[in-house]
């Protein structure tokens, strides 16, 4: 779906190259198309194969590049965010990191966002998820 227009007029699923598992497995979209909006599925720290790296850092950079990865084969970028929420086990110690990978990614018009800390996360050793809204280009205000 790289670069091809988005259709509103039906419900649909993005699914980039390397993302195909996610389908099979967890029977989840990477995202899906509805109305002039895109929905992108939590995604966490844990490379697709893989599990997730002890370094809270390297996690955060893995979902926000998986986040990335999803909104390219959409044809947008964190331009079309509109709203984010992240999930955190042990946010405290894991902030200061977050909030600079998030500031390298998101741009104005800022997305709307919420920070939760939660117990745990569906990956055993994950400790962020981001739940991702944008909005379609040319979309009626």
């Known amino acids: 779906m790289n670069g091809t227009p988005l259709k509103r ?3 649909h699923a993005i699914v980039p190259v390397g993302f195909e598992g996610l389908v099979d497995d967890w029977h989840a979209s990477p995202a899906v198309v509805s109305g002039d909006h ?3 599925n939590g995604f966490n720290g844990c490379p697709l194969n893989g599990t997730p790296s002890a370094d809270a850092k390297q996690q955060i ?17 964190w331009g079309n965010v509109v709203d984010m929420t992240s ?9 200061p990191a977050f909030r600079a990978v998030r500031d390298r990614h998101v ?3 800022y997305p709307a966002w919420t920070a939760v800390e939660v117990a745990g996360l569906a990956i055993p050793g994950a400790i962020v998820e981001l739940k991702i809204v944008a909005r379609l ?3 009626a205000s």
């Open 9 to 11: 007029t039906e419900t």
């Open 38 to 40: 895109i929905f992108l």
């Open 61 to 77: 950079e893995t979902a926000f590049e998986k986040v990335t990865t999803v909104l390219r084969a959409a044809g947008l970028d």
């Open 87 to 95: 999930f955190h086990v042990g946010l405290p110690s894991h902030f």
């Open 107 to 109: 741009q104005p018009p």
């Open 137 to 139: 280009p040319g979309a």
